[in-house]
């Protein structure tokens, strides 16, 4: 018999996502809610960045007025293995990922958020994406390592003589599949 005394992955996963969110699962349906941040309720960082005469950064805050709930839904991928990411620096990788739109967004509160279960040398990162819908979320993940295989090479289907065993084929071409799922199917005609 073994006796695992913790939290499991999805329930680390899931606190982390609920921190960054700051809502709420309603019981009835099971779906997580949101309510858009207000000025007051963002970090300092964001409120001293508006306050320096910055005056399209204070217009896309809501006010305090009565704001409706929305539903958010997450995809997290919480072992993410890709040799060539030990290649890049923290300060390197986080700032293009900025760049090239790889980010959380705070007051929406969509997009990915990366968990570093180990230096990034190592080249082993997780992922949430966070979307309105599931579709939104797969395509922030899709996104995402769409970003990594540009900055970091893309990789061949492992083999039995690889001494490195990456998964970030295996998971890029299921998330792709997932991605193209919802897409409509066009009705052919000649």
Do not use: W
């Amino acid at each position: 018999m073994d006796l695992n005394l913790g939290m499991t992955r999805s329930n680390i996963v899931f606190t982390l996502t609920d921190f960054l969110l700051r809502g709420s699962v309603e019981t009835a349906t099971g779906n997580y809610m949101v309510t858009p941040l207000s000025q007051t309720e963002l970090p300092s960082a964001l409120l001293d960045k508006s306050s320096n005469g910055d005056d399209d950064a204070s217009s896309v805050f809501t006010s305090d007025t009565d704001q409706q709930p929305e539903e958010r839904t997450y995809v997290a991928l919480d072992c993410l293995y890709h040799p060539n990411l030990g290649s890049m620096q923290y300060g390197s990788f986080f700032n293009l990922c900025r760049l090239h739109g790889v980010s959380f967004d705070l007051q929406q509160r969509t997009g990915t958020a990366f968990m570093l279960t180990d230096s990034l040398t190592a080249g082993i990162v997780g992922l949430i994406g966070v979307g309105k819908d599931t579709e939104s979320a797969y395509g922030s993940v899709n996104k995402s390592l769409r970003f990594i295989e540009s900055q970091t090479g893309s990789m061949r289907e492992a083999n039995e003589f690889d001494s490195e065993k990456s998964n970030f084929v295996e998971i890029s071409n299921m998330i792709k599949q997932k991605v193209a799922a919802f897409k409509p199917v066009a009705k052919g005609g000649h």
